[in-house]
């Protein structure tokens, strides 16, 4: 099932008489291929749970219009839309057994009992919680609740499967394996979902397209990685990645790039104030490099050794940001006590943008 939404816009109005009306989704333009699975992501306030709820029917869009496939229902009631929704508190009835939990919608349908207990079983397969149907929901560790939503939502076998921060109330090894069962089951079925979350590394990991939101309007579509290695902007650059980018301001001189002192980049660019974003793996220790253009230096707090990697946490004077931090490899042999210490840039991991716009210029 193909999505496209058209210039979709929800307007709330002001709580307080005489206040500014809040335009949670502004003039959204998306189209979500069929059998895809794609994420809404940005921080609380962006518009995104609002999309999810006017795709579902439970809101109704100020303007713009909602098209499955090519029908148009941007104002069909929501149990006509033949979606799946699975809420962030999973919204389980807690006198029903799993079974009946999963059974529930097909109850309203009006399905026959042995054709809705077949349904209910092959859901619960298909989530890996078949040797639980006669539990109650108080009987369940939190993943497995969800697990019955997700198979609640699958027994109808929708068209589209809608996913409110489906793990934001699960512990970190929880919410690993939740997300990874989540991918598998959305690609055995290929069910066209679409994923609501505010965690970056959680819509990384696990969609084929990403919709970066703030305030109602998209920054950036496009596959994760694709987004992380060419952020449209400042905020998707800040948004994406952990540790997160770091950020100085700088400015263009003669052709060259300035940060504090040092030279970090030429450039065809005119005299202006820019930002300059270094993603943590973008820097480079060699002491021995004889670069003058590409370099940056750091004031070294302290080095964390993580295994694989080392962090290096510095300060700048030109960062935007409390601390500096530099991921290079643990092998990488680091002067005992360096109070300063230059670093290489690598060029594919700075981003410059504008000054006052904050697009990305280069």
């Known amino acids: 099932m193909k999505i496209t939404l058209q210039n ?48 579902s029917g439970l809101e109704s869009p100020s303007s713009g219009k909602i098209l499955f496939d090519e029908q148009d229902v941007t104002t069909l009631a929501a149990e006509k839309r033949g979606i799946g929704l699975v809420f962030q508190n999973y919204a ?16 309203n349908m009006r399905i ?17 919680i078949e040797d639980l149907l006669q539990r109650k929901p108080s009987e369940l560790s939190g993943g497995q ?8 939502a699958l027994v109808k076998m929708p068209n589209v499967l809608l996913l ?8 970190a090894r929880l919410r690993l394996q939740t997300r990874e069962e989540i991918k598998r089951i959305q690609r055995e079925t290929g069910i066209t979902t679409v994923f609501v979350t505010h965690d970056q590394e959680e819509a990384m990991s696990i969609c084929d ?27 998707v650059a800040n948004f994406l990645g952990t540790p997160p980018i770091n950020i100085f301001k700088g400015k263009v001189f003669n052709k060259k790039v300035y940060v504090g002192e040092d030279v970090i980049m030429n450039t065809e660019l005119e005299d202006q104030d820019v930002y300059v974003g270094v993603r943590p793996e973008g820097f480079v ?13 750091l004031n070294v707090d302290h080095v964390e050794v993580m295994g694989r990697d080392k962090s290096v946490v ?20 680091l002067p005992a006590k360096a109070d300063k210490l230059k670093f290489t840039l690598k060029p594919n991991k700075v981003f410059l943008f504008n000054g006052e716009t904050e697009e990305r210029i280069r």
């Not at 026959?112 to 890996?128: M, P």
């Open 145 to 152: 609740q969800q697990r019955v939503a997700i198979a609640r």
């Open 112 to 128: 026959k009992k042995e054709e809705g207990n077949a349904r209910a079983l092959d859901a619960a397969r298909l989530v890996q």
């Open 285 to 297: 220790y060699d002491p021995a490099s004889r670069v003058r253009i590409g370099t940056l230096t």
């Open 8 to 55: 979709l816009t929800k307007i709330f109005p002001s709580r307080n008489k005489g206040g500014k009306e809040v335009r949670a989704v502004d003039d959204m333009n998306i189209e979500i291929p069929s059998g895809k699975l794609v994420g809404l992501l940005g921080p609380s306030g962006c518009g995104k749970s609002t999309t999810l709820f006017m795709l």
């Open 209 to 235: 397209i990403m919709v970066v939101m703030k305030l109602g309007v998209v920054q950036q579509i496009g596959d994760p990685q694709g987004i992380y290695d060419d952020p449209n902007n400042l905020f």
């Open 164 to 171: 409110d921060e489906p793990l934001s109330n699960l512990d």
């Open 92 to 107: 389980l009835y807690p006198h029903m057994t799993v079974e009946q939990n999963i059974r529930f919608p097909l109850d």
């Open 314 to 333: 510095s300060t700048h004077e030109s960062s935007t940001k409390p601390t500096v931090r530099c991921i290079i490899d643990s092998d990488v042999a």
